[in-house]
Nanobody, 119 residues
Framework: VQLQASGGGLVQAGGSLRLSCAAS????????MAWFRQAPGKEREFVSS????????DYADSVKGRFAISRDNAKYTAYLQMNSLKPEDTAVYYC?????????????WGQGTQVTVSS
């Protein structure tokens, strides 16, 4: 599975961005997709996830109520709608996928997309 993330950019605090993650390759094996982020000098952290064939979603406490994850199964694409952005949301955002039967979590990763929120 190959993942291509896009949609990052520079936005003022309070603004919105929508990230996209398009999957290709052995997409039939995907069980879930997720977004992680890594700010300068910090470890990568979980942001949100969605099951590929069910409506289960999960969010980090820091983004609950502001971010929404969704998917388009026909396009094999996951989205992260980010509203009410804060400067602390500034990070490189990565999408990840987990395949059915994988022995490790999030066994596929895309390249990152930079999100910068100015105060």
């Amino acid at each position: 599975v190959q993942l291509q993330a896009s949609g990052g950019g520079l936005v003022q605090a309070g603004g919105s961005l929508r990230l996209s993650c398009a999957a290709s390759g052995h997409t039939f094996s995907m069980a879930a997709m997720a977004w992680f982020r890594q700010a300068p000098g910090k470890e990568r952290e979980f942001v949100s996830s969605i099951m590929w064939r069910f409506d289960n979603t999960d969010y980090a406490d820091s983004v609950k109520g502001r971010f929404a994850i969704s998917r388009d199964n026909a396009k094999y694409t996951a989205y992260l709608q980010m509203n009410s952005l804060k400067p602390e949301d500034t990070a490189v955002y990565y999408c990840a996928a987990q395949s059915n039967g994988a022995t490790i979590p999030w066994n596929y990763w895309g390249q990152g997309t930079q999100v910068t929120v100015s105060s």
